[in-house]
C-alpha cells in the first residue's frame, strides 16, 4: 500500500513538477500527516526534493540543447532589464545558461569586454559580430557547454569586471544553487573579480534547490528575474537582496 501510494506521488511529481502537501493529500485521500512521512522517504532516498510546504520532483541535469527552448518569452524579458542597467564602456561577465543565453540578445550597449565561459554565448557574440570577446577555455562540460576547472578559475585571477551576470539552476531560501560544485566554484571566482554581482534567474527558478549551494543572495548585489514571478515570491525573495522584475529607467 505504501510502495504504491508513494509510487502515484512521484506520478503526480512528474507531471506537476511542484505540489504542495495539502494539494497531495485531497489528491490521494490520505492525511497530510501521511504525506509528509511519505515525502521524507521520498528524499531520503533521493526521489524527490522536499521543499517549504510541498515537494518537487528530481529532475536530471538538463543539457544546454534540452533547456534552450523552455521558458524563452521569460528569458528575453530578463535581457531587457539587463540592458537598462549595463553602462556603455563597462566590462561584463556573462555566465553559463539558457537563461543569460537568450537574455544577451536584448543587450545594445557598447562595452569596452564581454567575458563568458560558455561556449553556446560565445558562438553567439561572435556570430553577431560582437568586438572584444573573452572566452575562458578550460575543462569543456559537455552537458551545459560551459569551461570549468582550474584553468578557468585562474583566468579570473587578475581580471577588473564592473557587472558580472552569474547562472544558477535554483534558489531556494538564501541558498543559490548549482548542478556541479565545478560550475559554482567558478562563479565563486568570478564574484571576487566583479565590483557588482547579479544573478539571472527566470521564474521558475525559485523555490527549487539544485545539489550544490555555491553562495548565497546576502552575497548577490540583486537578482534580475521576469514579470512572470508571483507577488509573494518577489516579496519573501526580496528579504534577502533586491528583487529586479522590470526595466531601471536611466
Known amino acids: 500500500m505504501k510502495n504504491e ?3 502515484k506521488i512521484i506520478s503526480i511529481l512528474e507531471v506537476n513538477e511542484y505540489c504542495s502537501i495539502s494539494e497531495l493529500a485531497k489528491t490521494l485521500n490520505i492525511s497530510e500527516m501521511t504525506i509528509r512521512r511519505d515525502i521524507n522517504e521520498l528524499e531520503k532516498e533521493k526521489l524527490l526534493f522536499k521543499e517549504q510546504g510541498g515537494a518537487r520532483r528530481r529532475n536530471r541535469v538538463l543539457s544546454t540543447d534540452e533547456k534552450i527552448n523552455k521558458h524563452i518569452e521569460e528569458k528575453e524579458y530578463i535581457g531587457t532589464v539587463m540592458n537598462s542597467i549595463i553602462h556603455d564602456n563597462d566590462v561584463i561577465f556573462i555566465g553559463a545558461g539558457t537563461t543569460v543565453y537568450h537574455a544577451i540578445k536584448s543587450i545594445d550597449k557598447l562595452y569596452k569586454s564581454i567575458i563568458t565561459n560558455s561556449l553556446f554565448t560565445f558562438n553567439w557574440l561572435v556570430q553577431n559580430k560582437f568586438d572584444n570577446i573573452f572566452l575562458t577555455g578550460g575543462e569543456l562540460y559537455q552537458r551545459t557547454s560551459e569551461f570549468v576547472g582550474l584553468h578557468a578559475e585562474s583566468f579570473f585571477d587578475n581580471l577588473n569586471i564592473d557587472i558580472a551576470f552569474l547562472s544558477t539552476n535554483g ?7 548549482t548542478s556541479n560544485p565545478s560550475l559554482g566554484r567558478l562563479q565563486v571566482k568570478v564574484m571576487n573579480a566583479s565590483k ?6 527566470d521564474s521558475s527558478k525559485f523555490d527549487y534547490s539544485d545539489m550544490y549551494t555555491f553562495t548565497t543572495l546576502d552575497k548577490i548585489d540583486s537578482v534580475i528575474t521576469d514579470n512572470k514571478i508571483s507577488d509573494e515570491k ?3 525573495y526580496s528579504k534577502y537582496t533586491k528583487m529586479i522584475n522590470r526595466r531601471i529607467d536611466s
Not at 196 to 201: E, F, G, Q, T, V
Open 196 to 201: 557588482k554581482n547579479i544573478l539571472i534567474a
Open 234 to 236: 518577489f516579496e519573501y
Open 171 to 177: 534558489i531556494y531560501n538564501e541558498n543559490v544553487t
Open 5 to 7: 501510494r508513494q509510487k
